[in-house]
């Protein structure tokens, strides 16, 4: 059941092969008697041929006995002798520290201190041997429950938390090139790192977390390639409402203009699967939950977190700077729901909040 969830909740064709390699070696686990063997031997030669149908793979590409031994052998060797293992993990570690293209600045503004890698490229912090001081779910697309949102915010807010945050691009320079990754502006990668995975809005992947960091960092240096953040005493204001309303499924409604050190948030309620469509989750997913900005920039969004506080608008200079701001800059706003078995859409709560935040006193 758990592999069934594992391929179907978050689904992509890819991850087809996972459930039917899954059952394989479930069944190879049992000691077979008698007829039970020929059962059993079905089963096996059906997964089989299910899983290299589903991945669109080669048999005579994948299944290479010989080679697969001689591959475990050999990582043996590299686990147990530290004279072939050190050299491997100091050309690993040369060849990420070039791909990632760290600047000797934002390195010094780091080292020696206590940093969470946002949103998840958590492989920097061993390349260039940082103090990794994670939060509890330290990839921002896994926080995908509201309890660990706010897991997660409270130990940004901690004092206790991480003293610097290390923000990464979507897109380096070394995949794309220098000149290609140069020509880009600042508004064409503030738009590829707003991306999160299955087409979702990364600010919204963890709400309460990302309005934690802007309330208890600032920028320290902000370049094209990555952005420090330094902790500060809690700079936000206490939220306070300033609209109501309920809206039908997919209707636009405009955000309210924040003031000069506001931002513009709004918990939404009602997306959260209920009745039937919580009956489809059981075996299946919710139907895809959509925000859409300006009526032309629409994202996936985990109905759960809805309600945690989506940041929408930002006053000129409260945001922390592009190409790594944290705010869709929204004039209008909607959320829909996808219609389809046991799922159909429903009025919608939006509640719009403002914080005043200001200039923190650095910890």
């Given at each position: 059941f758990a592999l069934w969830k594992q391929t179907f909740v978050r689904y992509d064709p890819a991850r087809d092969p996972y459930l039917f390699t899954g059952v394989l070696s479930v069944i190879l686990a049992f000691?077979?008697?008698?007829?039970?063997?020929?059962?059993?031997?079905?089963?096996?030669?059906?997964?089989?041929?299910?899983?290299?149908?589903?991945?669109?793979?080669?048999?005579?590409?994948?299944?290479?006995?010989v080679a697969a031994v001689e591959g475990i052998v050999d990582d043996v060797r590299t686990v147990f002798d530290a004279d072939r293992r050190e050299p491997i993990l100091a050309y690993s570690q040369a060849t990420r520290r070039s791909a990632y293209g760290l600047d000797a600045r934002a390195l010094e503004l780091i080292k020696g201190m206590r940093v969470h890698v946002h949103p998840w490229e958590i492989a920097i912090a061993?390349?260039?041997?940082?103090?990794?001081?994670?939060?509890?779910?330290?990839?921002?697309?896994?926080?995908?429950?509201?309890?660990?949102?706010?897991?997660?915010?409270?130990?940004?807010?901690s004092p206790e938390g991480p003293e610097r945050i290390l923000v990464h691009p979507r897109t380096y320079a070394s995949a794309i090139g220098d000149e290609a990754f140069a020509e880009l502006t600042r508004e064409e990668l503030q738009r590829q790192n707003a991306q999160s995975i299955d087409g979702r809005f990364l600010s919204y992947d963890q709400p309460a977390t990302t309005l934690a960091m802007l309330c208890?960092?600032?920028?320290?240096?902000?370049?094209?390639?990555?952005?420090?953040?330094?902790?500060?005493?809690?700079?936000?204001?206490?939220?306070?409402?300033i609209r109501s309303l309920t809206v039908d499924d997919g209707e636009s409604v405009p955000v309210p203009r924040p003031r000069g050190d506001e931002i513009v948030f709004a918990r939404v309620h009602g997306l959260e699967p209920s009745g039937l469509d919580r009956l489809r989750t059981l075996v299946y997913h919710a139907s895809r939950r959509r925000v859409t900005f300006d009526s032309e920039r629409t994202y996936r969004i985990v109905p759960g977190l809805a309600s945690q506080g989506l940041i929408l608008r930002a006053a000129r200079g409260v945001d922390f700077p592009k190409p790594f701001a944290t705010s869709p800059d929204a004039h209008s706003v909607s959320f829909s729901r996808d219609a389809g078995f046991l799922s159909s859409p429903g009025d919608l709560e939006i509640e719009f909040f403002t914080v005043a935040v200001g200039r923190g006193r650095r910890e």
């Open positions: 000691r077979w008697r008698g007829q039970e063997r020929v059962y059993a031997l079905a089963a096996v030669g059906a997964l089989v041929g299910m899983t290299f149908l589903m991945s669109g793979a080669r048999f005579d590409s994948k299944v290479r006995p061993w390349a260039y041997g940082l103090e990794w001081d994670p939060l509890p779910v330290f990839q921002s697309y896994a926080a995908q429950a509201p309890a660990l949102d706010d897991r997660n915010a409270r130990r940004v807010a208890n960092f600032e920028p320290l240096r902000t370049t094209r390639s990555y952005q420090v953040l330094g902790r500060v005493a809690e700079r936000c204001a206490e939220p306070r409402e």
